[in-house]
């Protein structure tokens, strides 16, 4: 197959080009293995869009091969050997890169630098040598209408000229009044108004001014926004009344009481939440005040330093232009939620013709996870709201609009951390068990579903305020689609109000458990892993069951393989008649579902071993989703395969309940939180 290229180019600077290339990326990522990022001209070599690419998607690709020229060398090529030159040698660039990726995108440059030195726009004639379809982009920021339009129709009449085929035109930064004018979106035009969050500054934007060193900080700190910048010129009594929300605080560090006075502010729950401090003129507190803070536990404020004079510090940061960064993943998830929402990813990947590829990577995966998650958006409740990488997921959650949350804690506590991490949870829903309106109906709810185990009504009424408890009877009684727990609560506390008020689907399933293992160029489900030590017969045949139907609706097609020490009949013993006997029953009473053994670890994973001891096996070499006879084996193995090959494992995912409730490792990342939350909500999808 062609290398397929998309060409993106904006028609001035302050177009938001980022903004686009990143949904673009994630777009392509998801459906292609290797991924190129191209700039046939840049402004220097040390180009920004190329470093934040590389880095954010891990492109396994020089940074001198991300671009051709910089402007003074494509300038130069023009003026000595003439345009038709240029474009001799990006085509050469470009059919490199064909050799070896499987997509290529390119981000042009905005075209008016040009505008003096080229007869027609360099975009359309460097699009049209790749053989590339476009996306136009628009800078409308403080453009008038008509203004707009005519750009729109000049470059739809220079691109109709040279051949080119258009996939959209994207205008960025629109005022809100004008948004009404394009809402017709089969001419494949989309809008995308300005966004206030993506232009704040960061604490990131700060430090990596080189006046600018850390005191105190952290990585998180990194996505903390500056709303306005303070400095402290009065008495701190007087200065109180004037810090606002997300306010970074310039002065001296010899102000003591103006640095004790903002601390308390900031862990106060009467005053506003800072974004940080700079200690101005190079000075830092006393050692006494260092002491205390040394003698904070999770002291969380970011304290920064310069050698500046406070004047000039405060006029330096305010002319600080802000940035998207690696580093942010708030404004990266704010970007790509905004993205998403705006343009018809769907319409686009149908443009490109974009087909299904056999070769999945974890990053396709995740990305799938998201897109699934997005078909019928689910409502989650999460009972540990007190954990900062539970909000943090949540977070990313709404900016990238996977699912609606439910947050369960004491509001004034929830809003406190909230501000103090520097968040923005608005969408979430938050509800506090203890005052809540639903306390009476789901004890009432509960004692009657647990009260021929002798429990009264009293009993039920506490066991509820229990906030996985509480979560679960948001489930069972249809408040939320599912739940998420495990960060600070152990297996037993998760699954324990699962087992007795949502139960299993039916009377012979059992809870268990699995794990999505992401390979280099595949995704293979794994089970039990983590739920049941000896399954029996009938136990292992619904663990296949369930697996292989779980294996569907994350869009991988099922082959089961039930593993033992030995192949088909070449095994004696209780153990091999076990699976022996559960292939059976699956084939039995499930004859739709491919499935096959017993058979050992490479002979259902590798097709050579396969073909020399179950030649004649449909699974054997192919197998997809891989049961283990016991819990030993199964999380020996899968944790020998996560550790020895690198593979990505996301679970464990719970299954045969008859409403998802999904269990979170303690030591989890935000990341695996998000693929969790994104997971239960494909789950919730399947049950209604």
Known sequence: ???????????????????????????????????????PIVLEKNDYDCSFIQDYYQLNMPQNQMYAFTLEEAQ???????????????????????????????????????????????????????????????????????????????????????????????????????????????????????????TKLS??????????????????????????????????????????????????????????????????????????????????????????????????????????????????????????RTTDKQKISQALGIFSAAVD?????????????????????????????????????????????????????????????????????????????????????????????????????????RKHKGLSYEQAKDAVLHVNYFATMMVYMGYADGMVSGATHTTAETIRPALQIIKTKKQDDIVSSIFFMCLDTKVLVFGDCAINQDPTVPQLASIAIAANDNAKKFGIDPKVAMISYSSGDSGKGEDVQKVKEATLHVKQHHPEILIDGPMQFDTAFD???????????KVAGEATVYIFPDLNTGNTTYKAVQRSSGAIAIGPVLQGLKKPVNDLSRGCLVKDIVNTIAITAIQAQEEH
Not at 148 to 162: F, G, H, R, T
């Open 607 to 617: 097709p050579e071993v396969a073909k020399k001891k179950m030649p004649d096996s």
């Open 345 to 449: 990813i769907s319409d686009i990947e149908s443009s490109l013709e974009v087909s299904a590829n056999e070769i999945v990577t974890p990053q396709m995966f995740e990305y799938k996870l998201f897109e699934y998650a997005k078909r019928s958006k689910k409502t989650i409740v999460l009972p540990e709201a007190h954990d900062p990488r539970i909000l943090r997921a949540v977070e990313t959650i709404l900016n990238r609009d996977i699912a609606n949350i439910i947050l369960l804690s004491d509001h004034k506590k929830f809003q406190n951390k909230v501000d103090q991490l520097g968040l923005d949870l608005s969408k979430a829903q938050v509800i506090d068990p203890a005052s809540s309106s639903y306390i009476e109906e789901f004890a009432k709810e509960f004692y009657e579903l």
């Open 203 to 324: 604490l990131a934007d700060i430090i990596e001014h080189k006046n600018i060193d850390k005191l105190k900080f952290s990585q998180e700190d990194n996505a903390r926004k500056i709303n306005s910048i303070k400095v402290a010129a009065m008495s701190l009594d007087n200065f109180l009344d004037h810090i606002q929300n997300n306010d970074l605080i310039i002065f001296p560090a010899d102000r003591s009481e103006i640095f004790l006075g903002v601390v308390g502010s900031f862990y106060s729950k009467n005053f506003p939440s800072i974004s940080g401090i700079v200690f101005s003129f190079g000075l830092k507190p006393h050692k006494n005040i260092l002491k205390i803070i040394n003698g904070l536990e999770n002291f969380s404020l970011p304290i920064l330093t310069t050698s500046q004079d406070t004047y000039t510090t405060a006029k330096m940061i305010s002319k600080i232009e802000p940035k998207i």
């Open 1 to 39: 197959m062609k290398t397929k290229t998309l060409y993106l180019y904006a028609d001035k600077q302050g177009a938001g080009s980022l903004i686009v290339t990143l949904g673009l990326m994630e777009m392509l990522k998801k459906n292609f293995q290797k991924v190129a990022f191209f700039r």
């Open 76 to 198: 130069h090529i023009i003026a000595t050997q003439g345009e038709h030159k240029l474009y001799e040698l990006l085509i050469q660039k470009q059919q490199l890169l064909q050799k070896e990726y499987d997509f290529i995108l390119c981000e042009g440059i905005y075209s008016e630098l040009f505008s003096n030195i080229v007869e027609l726009d360099i975009n359309i004639e460097i699009a049209k040598n790749f053989s590339s379809s476009v996306i136009t982009l628009i800078n409308a920021k403080n453009e008038s209408l008509s203004s707009i339009q005519d750009s729109i129709q000049l470059q739809e009449e220079s691109l109709k000229k040279a051949g080119i085929t258009k996939i959209a035109t994207i205008i960025n930064r629109l005022s809100p009044k004008y948004l009404q004018n394009f809402q017709n979106k089969t001419n494949k035009v989309y809008t995308i108004s300005e966004h206030q969050e993506l």
